[in-house]
C-alpha cells in the first residue's frame, strides 16, 4: 500500500489555522494529525474540542486525532461528533484499554492506540487483532520538534512480527521526528502513516515536503 502522510497542525501557526488547513486540503497529504494534550498525562497542554471542531469546519481530509490524555473513554464521543475519523488512546493511560478499544469500535472509527518509546509492542499483544491504527511513538509525547529515536526501527519490526503472529492488519503509524532522512527507512521497515509536524511546517514550501513524503518509496 502506499504510505499515507498526516502533517501534525501543533507546528502549524495556530493564529492562522484556516490558511494552513486549505494548505493542507490543497496538498497530498492523506489524514490531518490532531495532538491533545492534557497536562496530566504529558507535560504540555496543547488544544482541545473546540479548536478541533473548528478545524474540520475547514479541514477537507479525514481527522486522526491522537489523544495525549487521561481518561480518554471521557471524551472519545465528543471527538467523534467533532468528526474525527480514527482516534489513538494511549495504552499507558488506559487501564481498561480493551474497553476503550470496544467504545471507539461502537462509535465507528478507527481504533488507534498509541505507544510511548518505553513502552514494548508485546504489551499490544492481546488486543492488536482488535485495533485498527497503531500509533509509535518516535519521540516522548507533549512537544512537536524532538529529536526521532533510532529504536523505533527495530520496534516496527517486532510490531510486524506481532501482528503477523495475531493475524492483525492494523496500519503503523509513526509519530515524532520523521523527516526526509529517516522516512525511507520507516517506509521499508512497514510504517504505513507517517506523521510529520516540524518537517512540513517548518518549510517554506509545505506542499512541496508533503509530496516528497509520499513519493518516498
Ligand atoms: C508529539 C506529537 C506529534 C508531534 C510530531 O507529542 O504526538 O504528533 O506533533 O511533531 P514532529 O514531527 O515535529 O516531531
Ligand atoms: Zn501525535
Redesign the pocket.
Known amino acids: 500500500m502506499n504510505t499515507l502522510v498526516a502533517p501534525?497542525v501543533?507546528?502549524a501557526d495556530f493564529a492562522n489555522l484556516q490558511h494552513e488547513i486549505e494548505m493542507i486540503n490543497s496538498s497530498t497529504a492523506d489524514w490531518i494529525?490532531i495532538?491533545i494534550?492534557d497536562g496530566v498525562f504529558?507535560p504540555?497542554i496543547s488544544i482541545g474540542l473546540p479548536v478541533a471542531e473548528a478545524i474540520k469546519r475547514h479541514a477537507k481530509k479525514p481527522m486522526d486525532v491522537?489523544l495525549?490524555i487521561v481518561q480518554p473513554e471521557k471524551y472519545v464521543e465528543d471527538f467523534v461528533k467533532a468528526g474525527a475519523s480514527s482516534i489513538s488512546v494511549h495504552v499507558e493511560a488506559c487501564p481498561h484499554l480493551h474497553r476503550n478499544i470496544q467504545q471507539l469500535k461502537s462509535l465507528g472509527v478507527k481504533a488507534g492506540v498509541?505507544i510511548n518509546p518505553h513502552t514494548p509492542v508485546s504489551f499490544l499483544s492481546e488486543v492488536i487483532a482488535e485495533i485498527d491504527l497503531v500509533c509509535l511513538?518516535s519521540?516522548?509525547?507533549?512537544?512537536?520538534?524532538?529529536k526521532?529515536i533510532e529504536r523505533t526501527y527495530a520496534k516496527i519490526k517486532e510490531l510486524k512480527e506481532l501482528m503477523t503472529r495475531h493475524h492483525s492488519s492494523a496500519l503503523i503509524e509513526i509519530?515524532?521526528?520523521?523527516?526526509q532522512e529517516n522516512a525511507p527507512r520507516l517506509i521499508e521497515a512497514g510504517a504505513n502513516v507517517l506523521?510529520?509536524?516540524?518537517?512540513?511546517f517548518s518549510s517554506s514550501n509545505p506542499k512541496e515536503v508533503i509530496q516528497r513524503l509520499k513519493d518516498m518509496k
Open positions: 501534525s501543533l507546528a494529525h495532538d494534550m504529558v504540555n491522537h495525549m498509541a511513538m519521540v516522548n509525547p507533549g512537544f512537536g520538534g524532538q526521532f509519530d515524532g521526528g520523521v523527516n506523521v510529520a509536524g516540524n518537517f512540513v
